[in-house]
């Protein structure tokens, strides 16, 4: 008897053991991309020299950065988009969709295997398949048909019970989720859905639930393939790609937590973090100043059709800017179709592209010391473009409420219509491009943004650098090399992106690093949580930073520094912690004695003191980091 987590897993695993804790490696059928983390995936898989991708699909979608300002971000989607044609890989053009909602809609298959470079690609996993966030480079070794090794994952059985009650949403079940364990709650661990309440759940209502599973810290999330599933793509003229699939009866999990959807009510994640839940009626009444409803979380067909019946005859208050993205142009002419766009045009709301847009700080920045109302997945500090600003998750039902009274408000507490018409089948693929049938005549446009690779030297025996930055707990990786929309065009320039990391946290940490050769950055608890974008690795290796020292790392991010070959290490007692200062000199004497132990001893001079650390990697890994990371290595293989 075997959960559905270990079912997939086990037919797609290419070498060692599924037990949980023990390493694995497996196949991946399908990838996707985003322009922000991508054009850095395919510079990579480029440097591989595999000439098709040798997955079952691969689509490259262009999402985050569409604000044409300049050339750079045109440049980047022309590269995309000639490369893509040129390597057998399918493209969705800038307009088409966020990559989230178009995979879900148009390519997720229940039992398959998908590797994304974003941190939100098991969103995909509400349609019964094992979808992992992973970094640019994971991606593109998985499309030079090399295995994804991991962790073998713990698996949580989260077990639904009842239905939800009016007002209350999906948003509502993974913020309880969020409540009780912390984004740091799902760390090696895979959440599973079941019992009764699955079935009263949408795959928009479990898309919502997977997406934001990465806020657990989560290697992934799934929802069985059942009727729901089977339903959703009829409605999406895929019905051949259905098959049922769900646990055992009677299958083991290693843990199992309950929740009765009877009692959940709306809720809030409070700033900067989406752990920070409390109810919405303890803080009925503040002022809101902005919302936003959309994001990959939250731009679903049915996600806007809850928005548009609350808000359906209303105008929203004097004091609130309201924006709303639809999640995929499918998803936009359905709105236009059934008259919702009207609803949304009527009430005062600005209708932006069908983009990641505020979501990754891509424009409405709200004003300075505003309360902004979004139905995203992450409030991160500074996330929004305006420091100054509180940003509160909630669900789509919450914000619309809100967007009317100008007032934090309890949806339950409105009358509206909980039913609305049933999503009609509208299908256009003419923005997804097929891969040219003559690849040999694609040339591949590089724009002047697109830099050559950095390239990291092989891991030195003896590690001698000063800590360049001491940080707290919780460190995402919009802290080291922040999003949004001064900073992301410059994804292809890693020179040019390494101006810009810490600046929220250490302004001129460039120059530190620098004046200092280098160094190695000590940090608190879940350092790295957050986007998969590995130029959160890759950016400070161009600095020189040699290794990082951490209470935990977050699963994503220890993966891209491996790759980067920064070295990975983490305090045997986290009490040391308190003992390093900022430009303590560090010293880690042979860094090759991993290939024995993965213990090592880290020496402060400055202090005359000595920690006990450890590597929290795997054998596998050593060979990389030696190398100075997968391309190297990979370059050394052949």
Do not use: W
């Not at 424009?363 to 902004?372: E, L, T």
């Not at 600003?389 to 039902?397: K, N, Q, R, T």
């Not at 990391?501 to 790295?528: L, M, Q, R, T």
């Amino acid at each position: 008897m075997q959960n559905l987590t270990y079912k997939i897993l086990e037919k797609h695993l290419l070498n060692g053991k599924l037990e949980a804790g023990q390493p694995i490696e497996i196949k991946m059928d399908q990838t996707l991309t985003q322009d922000a983390t991508g054009t850095m995936a395919y510079m990579q898989f480029e440097a591989m020299g595999v000439k098709k991708v040798k997955t079952e699909l691969s689509v490259s979608y262009v999402d985050h950065n569409t604000l044409q300002n300049g050339f750079m971000n045109a440049d980047d989607h022309a590269y995309l988009q000639s490369v893509a044609s040129k390597h057998g890989i399918y493209f969705s053009k800038a307009g088409n969709g966020i990559c989230h909602q178009v995979h879900l809609e148009r390519f997720a298959k229940p039992g398959k295997t998908l590797i994304g470079s974003d941190s939100h690609t098991p969103t995909s996993s509400a349609m019964g398949c094992i979808a992992i966030g992973a970094g640019g480079l994971d991606v593109a070794k998985a499309m030079a048909g090399i295995g994804y090794r991991l962790t073998c994952p713990k698996v949580v059985e989260v077990k639904l019970t009842g239905s939800l009650n009016h007002g209350a949403s999906s948003k509502d079940i993974i913020l309880k989720l969020l409540e009780l364990l912390s984004v740091k709650g799902g760390v090696g661990k895979v959440f599973e859905y079941t019992g009764e309440g699955v079935k009263q759940l949408s795959v928009y209502q479990r898309a919502t639930i997977t997406n934001m599973g990465a806020e657990l810290g989560a290697t992934t999330s799934i929802f069985p393939s059942d009727e729901v599933t089977h339903e959703f793509l009829k409605r999406q003229q895929r019905e051949e790609d259905y098959i049922p699939l769900s646990a055992d009866e009677g299958c083991q999990y290693d843990e199992t937590v309950e929740i009765d959807l009877n009692t959940l009510v709306p809720l809030v994640a409070c700033p900067n973090s989406p752990d920070a839940v409390k109810r919405v009626s303890e803080m009925a009444g503040m002022k809101v100043d902005q919302v936003a409803i959309g994001s990959c979380t939250n731009s679903g067909y049915e996600d806007l059709m809850k928005a548009a019946a609350i808000l359906k005859g209303k105008k929203i208050a004097s004091n609130v800017s309201l924006a709303v993205s639809p999640g995929s142009r499918q998803v936009l002419m359905k709105l236009i179709e059934n008259g919702a766009l009207a609803t949304f045009v009527a009430c005062g709301a600005r209708i932006l592209e069908c983009t990641c847009g505020p979501c990754i700080g891509m424009g409405q920045s709200p004003k300075s010391d505003a309360v902004s109302l979004r139905t995203f997945n992450r409030n991160f500090y500074g996330r929004s473009g305006t420091l100054s600003a509180g940003i509160y998750l909630v669900s789509p039902e919450v914000a619309a409420a809100s967007a009317i009274t100008g007032i934090l408000t309890d949806p339950s507490t409105l009358d509206y219509e909980d039913n609305f018409e049933k999503e009609k089948s509208y299908i256009d693929d003419s923005l997804i491009y097929s891969p040219s049938k003559d690849p040999d005549c694609v040339e591949i446009v590089r724009g002047p943004n697109i830099k050559p690779l950095p390239v990291n030297t092989p891991m030195d025996k003896t590690i001698d650098k000063k800590v360049v930055i001491k940080l707290p707990d919780n460190i995402t990786t919009d802290d080291i090399a922040p999003a949004g929309a001064k900073v992301l065009p410059y994804r292809s320039n890693i020179e040019k992106l390494s101006t810009f990391v810490f600046e929220n946290n250490k302004p001129h940490f460039d120059e530190v690093c620098k004046e200092n050769n280098g160094g190695i950055i000590v940090a608190g608890e879940n350092y790295g949580q957050g986007s998969s974008r590995e130029h959160a690795a890759l950016a400070p290796m161009y600095l020189g930073v040699k290794a990082v020292l951490t209470k935990s790392f977050a699963r994503i991010h220890l993966a891209n520094l491996v790759n980067f070959g920064l070295l990975p290490i983490v305090f045997d007692d986290k009490s040391d912690y308190d003992k390093i200062d900022e430009m303590d000199e560090l010293k880690i004497e042979n860094v090759k004695s991993l290939y024995d132990s993965f213990d090592l001893t880290v020496e402060n001079i400055t202090k005359n003191q000595t920690y006990k650390v450890h590597a929290p990697i795997n054998k596998e890994d050593i060979d990389i980091l030696m190398a100075g990371g997968a391309l190297n290595y990979i370059r050394n293989q052949q």
